[in-house]
């Protein structure tokens, strides 16, 4: 199993150079096919301020420099897909990124997407883009901070295990990228006796038939400790460039919201994360 079609999100933010960067290495290392996308969110503009009763349509004007916008973060994805020398498309849309980016991902193997930074975005209490398309693009979701440069993904992974079907999903979404991994390492937190007599022994030997060599490390953490910072704090103990996790929501009314592991992950991520639901 390898990746073959990557979809990375493309845009003007200041992230996006890196964000590419790091999905063109990875479709080079994958021999992938890579699709930049870049979506303006006009169709939604235009008829949220149609119909608003003191806004008007946008003006052709304000329509044709978000056009322009969209169309110059392709040209740079275009430059910089072919410095890495990966097969790749350019993809343009007017919906909007949430909506646009799930219904693309459906037909690539991965997607890669920038960490929300809150000063480029501000306070919100909305789900920001990777939490949606964790959540409900049903693929694989590689995470990049907003702070850093990320060039390797290969010299050791840190692999978050808990049993769970979301964990399972993960480990399994981020096979391809486990096989390049020099050292992979599998953490258990306050392990229970659903992990069996020895937590971690049957999921390093299912990778260890996928040619894995896994370390196995349990930790125990007290009541009051947050176990996504304590995930994110072993990842940068032990050297870790990619963290791989399960994303998991709660059902309230008809949302899903993110757990306070998943959150506090996305929220304050040292290094690319690879999340599934």
Do not use: C
Request: charged share 20%; no cysteine; glycine share 6%.
């Amino acid at each position: 199993m390898s990746y073959k079609t990557i979809l990375v999100h493309v845009d003007q933010s200041p992230h996006a150079v890196e964000r590419i960067a790091l999905a063109a290495r990875l479709a080079r290392s994958q021999q992938a096919h890579l699709i930049g996308s870049a979506l303006t969110g006009l169709t939604t503009e235009y008829y949220r301020t149609s119909e608003m009763a003191l806004a008007g349509p946008l003006s052709q004007a304000e329509i044709d420099l978000i056009t322009r916008s969209s169309e110059q973060a392709l040209e740079r994805f275009d430059t910089q897909a072919r410095a890495a020398d990966v097969s790749h498309e350019q993809r343009y849309s007017d919906d909007d990124a949430e909506s646009g980016l799930v219904q693309q991902a459906r037909y690539a193997d991965l997607v890669v997407l920038s960490q929300t930074d809150p000063a480029t975005s501000g306070f919100s209490i909305m789900r920001q883009l990777p939490e949606h398309l964790t959540l409900h693009g049903g693929r694989p979701v590689l995470v990049v901070p907003y702070a850093g440069a990320f060039t390797h993904l290969d010299r050791h992974a840190l692999v978050a295990w808990d049993g769970s079907r979301a964990a399972t999903r993960a480990i399994t979404d981020a096979l391809p990228l486990l096989r390049s991994s020099a050292r992979v390492t599998l953490a258990l937190f306050d392990p229970g006796r659903a992990h069996g007599e020895e937590p971690g022994a049957d999921m390093a030997l299912y990778l260890a038939r996928h040619g894995l060599t896994v370390e196995v490390q349990r930790q125990t953490t007290a009541p009051d400790v947050d176990v996504g910072n304590a995930l994110l704090s072993l990842a940068a103990d032990t050297g870790a460039d990619l963290l791989v996790m399960g994303a998991y929501g709660h059902q309230r009314w008809r949302e899903i919201v993110l757990g306070g592991v998943t959150r506090r992950v996305l929220q304050t991520m040292t290094l690319p994360v690879l999340m599934s639901h």
